[in-house]
């Protein structure tokens, strides 16, 4: 291996082991309770070298965002793949974002906060990668709805922009996910997965009439 190569390699090696050690601390202590400190400290390097790779803690938190969404992304992506009718693939949509919200709850925490979470004056290459990751998250889908339009699996006169569509159906099932992940009274017996599912068969009746 070439020596640009090589010492390539290592940076981004150490780029992740960064990443890796903020999460661990960041999910374990909280954001607010971290400092460069611990980050450096759990990845094996000095804080000096720490500040060579990110200028700050929040630049930190932003790259841990920024894997969060790609892992969501990746869930969808797999999600509508597995589906063959547009409708069949919002309802695989729907489902992943709740088995994420689930499975990898951390990092949906993490990616709830995005949107309040200070961003920098000037996009870095992290920022540029948040808003095309949540781009093509939208775009995935914008395109499952426009599928079900092509395949009348969901009523064209019912859905009359699948951008505007595919935006309220994620933020009202983001708000499903959330108060179902919400403490309750001991007496109160919520079932996520029941919330869910019914949410998303309202959803889609919307949509399709059936």
Known sequence: MAATA????????????????????????????????????????????????????????????????????????????????????????????YRYSEEDSDYFDVMTDLSTFPMPEEPDEVTLGLQETRQRVHALMVAAIRCGLDDHSINPERVHDPDLTAQILRGSLHGVIMYARQPKDPDELINGQAMVDEAIDMMCYAMTDR
């Open 6 to 97: 090589r010492r390539a390699l290592e940076k981004q090696r150490r780029y992740e082991d960064i990443v890796a050690a903020a999460e661990q601390a960041f999910f374990s202590q909280g954001y607010t309770q971290t400092s460069m400190d611990d980050i450096a400290t759990g990845a094996a390097l000095s804080r000096a070298l720490l500040y060579v790779y990110f200028k700050d803690k929040a630049a930190i938190m932003r790259a841990v965002m920024l894997k969060a969404c790609q892992r969501m992304l990746s869930r969808f992506e797999e999600a509508a793949e597995r589906a063959d009718k547009g409708a069949d693939k919002v309802r695989a949509i729907g489902q992943a974002y």
